[in-house]
């Protein structure tokens, strides 16, 4: 068991992104943690007014500063791939522990991760993927917590406790249909996510080719087709997520699987039949799961919904945090 003395020293790469900006704000609350520095990306994006932030958080935004972010106990990596591949290395040699919200060491896999992360050189010894749910031991231990990516997270959250208990029919196609908000693809505007591309409408994209499916494979171990889907809300995914279960399995066992994995995992919330939304999960670090069951046809659909910005990345990133430090997990979450 780790232990460090309260206030832990953190500091934040990438404070002035959408995910950043997240994780400022909810480690501001957090009262084991003084936030050392939170830095931008250059001079010009330190002096970017965040009105969200006044009179919550007194710090200022600095240019990033390599050498300043080795004096934290602690570096939140909220930065792109490449950054965090490149800046990773440095922390860890200098004993800070790093949590990274960028997919920059999701992939165990050396030529998955060149094809999907060609920045990431190399993977770091004591590296745990970030889901608390089911990776717990392995991040308390950890030197670097590579946060899951937004999709994978509520993918794996719903599918890991049927896969686990064999309930899924792998003959079968297992299918991940998502719905993301425009924050999922961070702060730079694009022709596909600015307002007018994106008010009234709603495209699929990165099918077939989205790098969230290598992670989703990764954990599960059978192949996923992935499709997601841009939707004009600022914020939230939805999954609906269409598999066949094995000869014999039953609403009980299904539910039973489900209940059983997640009994003492506070952010997790079942809610059977009645479907989750995005509106119940907005803002928070929780991740619903329904279900519905066809017995004769062999045919469960369920339907997961995260806050891509909270348990899709800061709320989860600060969730690894206090299982690394040993606070309660819910700690500056609630
Ligand atoms: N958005 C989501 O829903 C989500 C979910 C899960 C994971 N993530 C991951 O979290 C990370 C940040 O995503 P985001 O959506 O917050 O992106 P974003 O809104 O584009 O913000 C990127 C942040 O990184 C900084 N930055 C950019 N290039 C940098 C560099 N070379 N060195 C240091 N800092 C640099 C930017 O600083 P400036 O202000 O100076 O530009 C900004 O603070 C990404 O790796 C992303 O994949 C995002």
């Not at 999709?151 to 299918?175: E, F, I, K, N």
Request: glycine share 8%; charged share 20%.
């Amino acid at each position: 068991m780790n232990t460090y003395s309260s206030p832990v020293s953190v500091a934040i790469a990438g404070a002035t992104g959408y995910a950043g900006q997240e994780l400022l704000t909810l480690l501001n609350r957090h009262p084991e943690v003084h936030i050392a520095a939170a830095m931008s990306s250059s001079p010009d994006s330190a002096t970017r007014p965040m009105p969200r932030l006044a009179r919550t958080w007194d710090g200022k935004i600095e240019p990033l500063n390599r050498a300043k972010l080795t004096e934290s106990t602690f570096v939140f990596l909220a930065v792109p791939e490449a950054a965090a591949a490149d800046l990773a290395p440095e922390l860890l040699e200098a004993g800070v522990k790093v949590i990274d919200l960028s997919g920059a060491f999701r992939i165990r896999d050396a030529a998955n991760r060149a094809k999907w992360y060609p920045a990431t050189t190399l993977l770091p010894e004591g590296v745990a993927y970030g889901l608390v749910e089911h990776n717990r031991t392995a991040i308390e231990q950890a030197s670097l917590v590579a946060c899951p990516g937004c999709y994978p997270t509520a993918a794996l959250l719903a599918l890991t406790p049927l896969m686990q208990a064999g309930l899924l029919d792998l003959s079968r196609d297992v299918v991940v249909d998502a719905k993301s908000g425009i924050s999922g693809a961070g702060r730079t505007a694009s022709d596909r996510t600015h307002f007018s591309e994106n008010h009234g409408s709603m495209a699929a994209y990165g099918v077939l080719g989205h790098r969230h499916v290598a992670e989703m494979e990764q954990s599960l171990g059978c192949e996923v087709t992935f499709v997601p889907h841009l939707v004009p809300l600022d914020r939230g995914i939805l999954e609906t997520i269409y598999v066949r279960v094995t000869p014999g399995t039953t609403a009980e066992a299904i539910g039973e699987a489900l209940g059983r994995t997640y009994q003492h995992a506070p952010f997790v919330r079942l809610t059977g039949d009645a479907l989750p939304e995005i509106k119940h999960v907005a803002w928070t670090n929780f991740c619903d799961i329904g279900w519905k069951f066809d017995a004769a046809a062999r045919r469960l659909v369920m339907v997961v919904c995260i806050d891509n910005l909270v348990k899709g990345a800061a709320g989860q990133a600060v969730q690894n945090f206090n299982v690394i430090c040993g606070f309660d997990e819910r700690t500056g979450l609630r």
